[in-house]
Antibody
């Protein structure tokens, strides 16, 4: 069945960078838009970014625009999120999810903690 | 940005009863509205998309309705596994989520 596994989270200091990865399996990755959605501790869900099947269309939330870059490698069935200039408010669980509108498959998330 | 407002923040309902959760959009999102369920320590699970279409494997006890700016998720005959946090999401323009409704046992 369809599965997404995130990796790359960790503890960093404000201003540093981190790259998240998401490995997809059990479905044709190249057929689907993909998204990153985050959840701060004890808070609700916040959409971060999504990317089209070919990578030609990319959108970001205003809060991460200019600092985060989403990308994908369809040959490797992988989705990425390059996060630069990290801030304390970026601390969250980051979920990789299938879809660019509603998301029907979610990974278990990877935790990013930014210390100030 | 389209703001999604869910009410109530906490809903206390007895097992076997019906739960009705509300979601309001700050502007018209047509029928581009989804609902998710999230249990502690788990990723969200898609329940409903396009306002009223149940996702794969979702039982008929979940139903969605509404259009434009007012939407409702109804869960009939609550069971223990239904107690969780529920989020609405609009995807008419980019995506935004509501702040969630916690459904707890009364």
């Amino acid at each position: 069945q369809a599965q997404l596994v995130e990796s790359g989270g960790g503890l960093v200091k404000a201003g540093e960078s981190l790259r998240l990865s998401c490995a997809a399996s059990g479905f044709t990755f190249s057929d689907h838009y993909m998204s990153w959605i985050r959840q701060a501790p004890g808070k609700g869900l916040k959409w971060v970014s999504y990317i089209s099947t070919s990578g030609s269309a990319i959108f970001y939330a205003d809060s991460v625009k200019g600092r985060f870059t989403i990308s994908r490698d369809n040959a490797k069935n992988s989705l990425y999120l390059q996060m630069n200039s990290l801030r304390a408010e970026d601390t969250a669980i980051y979920y990789c999810a299938r879809g660019g509108s509603y998301e029907d498959v979610w990974g278990q998330g990877t935790t990013v903690t930014v210390s100030s | 940005e389209i703001v999604m407002t869910q009410s109530p923040a906490i809903l206390s309902v007895s097992p076997g009863e019906r739960a009705t959760l509300s979601c309001r959009a700050s502007q018209n999102v047509t029928s581009n509205l989804a609902w998710y369920q999230q249990k502690p320590g788990q990723a969200p699970r898609l329940l409903i998309y396009a306002t009223s279409i149940r996702a794969a494997g979702i039982p008929a006890s979940f139903s969605g309705s509404g259009s434009g700016t007012e939407f409702t998720l109804t869960i009939s005959s609550l069971q223990s596994e239904h107690f969780a946090v529920y989020y609405c999401q609009q995807y008419n323009y980019l995506q935004t989520f509501g702040q969630g409704t916690k459904l707890e046992i009364k």
